[in-house]
Antibody, heavy 116, light 105 residues
Framework: EVQLVESGGGLVQPGRSLKLSCVAS????????MNWIRQAPGKGLEWVAY????????FYAETVKGRFNISRDNAKNTLYLQMTSLRSEDTALYYC?????????WGQGVMVTVSS | EIVLTQSPTTTAASPGEKVTITCLAS?????MYWYQQKSGASPKLLIY???SLASGVPDRFSGSGSGTSYSLTINTMEAEDAATYYC?????????FGAGTKLEL
């Protein structure tokens, strides 16, 4: 069974940093690109970042470019999102999602709240 | 970036009714994806490549369209279909989602 389990969220002050993790199981993680997608409270879905299976290709949304860094450790089946210079508008539920003819598997999400 | 405009924003249907949600793209795209999100849950892939049903999705759901106009149809509404539905494209970067359509019973 495919599982994606996010962790690392919490309450953080504006301007500070936070690192999210997503542990994958039930499939060969190293064969798939991965994404982070977020959802602000009561709002729609916003794609955040993508990393290819071997980390050769990385893309970011303009709203996070220069502040967020996506990475992965295929030996640990883990996807990361390092978030710096956090803003109130980054407050959201962050999902990791596997792209496979659409995002076919999603984690349960981890909440990040940016507030003083 | 490609903007996806969904309509309606909110709609209601009774059991057995047919429901259609549309998604208009600001530029031509090659494929559309549809997701269902129930309250408090993660999104679930319903339709991929415009018209293919994802694994385990009931066949009362269908997708169609081309170019800039796409739609998701629920042939006969069931109570469990009450949710928010999102369209999504990745023909060009960045991937984008529609704002969502809330379907109420």
């Amino acid at each position: 069974e495919v599982q994606l389990v996010e962790s690392g969220g919490g309450l953080v002050q504006p301007g500070r940093s936070l690192k999210l993790s997503c542990v994958a199981s039930g499939f060969t993680f190293s064969n798939f690109g991965m994404n982070w997608i977020r959802q602000a409270p009561g709002k729609g879905l916003e794609w955040v970042a993508y990393i290819s299976s071997g980390s050769s290709y990385i893309f970011y949304a303009e709203t996070v470019k220069g502040r967020f860094n996506i990475s992965r450790d295929n030996a640990k089946n883990t996807l990361y999102l390092q978030m710096t210079s956090l803003r109130s508008e980054d407050t959201a539920l962050y999902y990791c999602a596997r792209p496979n003819s659409g995002y076919d598997y999603w984690g349960q999400g981890v909440m990040v709240t940016v507030s003083s | 970036e490609i903007v996806l405009t969904q309509s309606p924003t909110t709609t209601a249907a009774s059991p057995g009714e047919k429901v259609t949600i549309t998604c208009l793209a600001s530029s031509s795209i090659s494929n559309m994806y549809w997701y269902q999100q129930k309250s408090g849950a993660s999104p679930k892939l319903l339709i991929y490549s415009t018209s293919s049903l994802a694994s385990g999705v009931p066949d009362r759901f269908s997708g169609s369209g081309s170019g800039t106009s796409y739609s998701l149809t629920i042939n006969t509404m069931e109570a469990e279909d009450a949710a928010t539905y999102y369209c999504q494209q990745w023909t060009s970067n960045p991937p984008t989602f529609g704002a969502g359509t809330k379907l109420e019973l």
